[in-house]
């Protein structure tokens, strides 16, 4: 018989029998909430740069300025030659400002007002 699993009660999680889709899913709703309630945008770069790898960093950093990019009109092969992306990814990043109930349609567009 192998040892019990590790549990974190306040997680509310066992490893290594864990839904990973259903809880990341939880997570990312409580994250979400954190940053709503974090009382300046300093506050979320600091909470952003404690929790997040170097390289995690770099693929937001990346992924936001190819999605601003596009917004503005730019076109995907420039923006793929200029910050050394796939046309996958600028590709996704397209498809999502196109839906009009789009999350990110609706964040831009109150940035712009």
Known sequence: MGSAPERFDNLDVVWPNVSMHRNSLD???????????????????????????????????????????????QSQRAIAAELGLSLCKITRGSRILKKPDSALRRVLETRRA
């Open 27 to 73: 997570r990312l709703a409580e994250l979400a909430s954190l940053i709503h309630h974090a009382p300046d945008p300093g506050t979320v770069e600091a909470l952003l740069r404690e929790i997040l790898t170097p390289s995690e960093i770099e693929g937001i950093s990346f992924r936001w300025e190819l999605l601003k990019r596009l917004d503005q009109g």
